[in-house]
């Protein structure tokens, strides 16, 4: 199983459904490295266009991958050492497609029902079959071209209510347990 | 399925299993809330014996539900209506007991394995019998005692690596959509 993570920060839309950029957090680099280091997922991309975001986030990686952090909390060295910075999702396909020597299959998620979505154990079977990355987006979501663009769309996750707003931290948690937990 | 969930600061243990009390974590009051209001679940505790902050939560609180927050944000005053903050796990569980009507099942979920766990399917089940609170350590986990007073332990979370770390945002999410999340 070769899927990697990539969290967009652009394009993405804000409520209203316009195009926006976020603003990288903290504790995103932190809680989904953890969570794709759980399910041994072979990278995370976080993705920015905007580069003095990209060197925020590689001062925080060298603090726990080599500094003070990774001498206190060694576990955290070792989840963060699969994430990477990039400025596009152009970029993180095509550092997977090198690494992996095939165009990698992209799958979306999304909080609202849209496109026709393929069934989790659907989805975890074409990630067996060849490269693939998860996308999930930040503020309200992936901007529609990602959408319409992608290979395969997953079910929005939905509880017993109709309300669904997780935060993208318990978002992607879940997706991964659903794909690839099983136990 | 009347099954709430603790978030539970004391009794907790650090890294080398020592008891502790650890702070608040903002984050976690939010991520937490919208998981159990995605999963509806009537209530979400953070227990903490620190008035200090309890008090901190109730003015976080106030401001989402009734104050800028909430109209700028209204799923959030949703999720954060069902958060409760409670000096002990002991007034957790009188809390439930007064409104459930029965004293509730104590169920509690552990990183490492430890004393028979009882199948996600299986509590699923107990938890549409009887009410429940589910209880999430802080920390490096629930103290020993906690663990072993405990009606049910899940088994822990893996995934496909001996790598364990998950924050508890990402645990709970997890929990909750194999307990409760089946669609």
């Given at each position: 199983m070769t899927a990697w993570i990539a969290l967009v920060h652009h394009p993405v839309v804000d409520r209203e459904g316009a195009l926006i950029t976020t603003a990288i957090t903290n504790l995103d680099v932190h809680d989904i490295a953890r969570s794709a280091r759980t399910y041994d997922l072979p990278g995370y991309f976080l993705v920015t266009p905007i580069e003095a975001q990209r060197r925020l986030v590689e001062r925080i990686l060298g603090h726990w991958r080599d500094g003070a952090g990774a001498r206190r909390v060694p576990e955290r060295a070792e989840a963060l050492a699969r994430v990477e910075v990039v400025a596009s999702m152009e970029e993180a396909a095509a550092r997977v497609e090198a690494r992996a020597g095939a165009a990698p299959l992209s799958i979306v998620t999304s909080a609202r029902a849209g496109r026709e979505a393929t069934p989790y154990v659907e989805a975890a079977r074409r990630c067996a079959e060849r490269p693939a990355i998860l996308w999930f987006g930040t503020g309200h979501g992936l901007a529609p071209v990602v959408m319409e663009q992608a290979d395969l769309v997953l079910p929005p996750i939905r509880?017993?209510?109709?309300?669904n707003h997780l935060s993208v931290r318990a978002a992607v948690a879940i997706t991964l347990d659903r794909l690839f937990g099983g136990d």
């Open positions: 509880g017993v209510a109709a309300y």
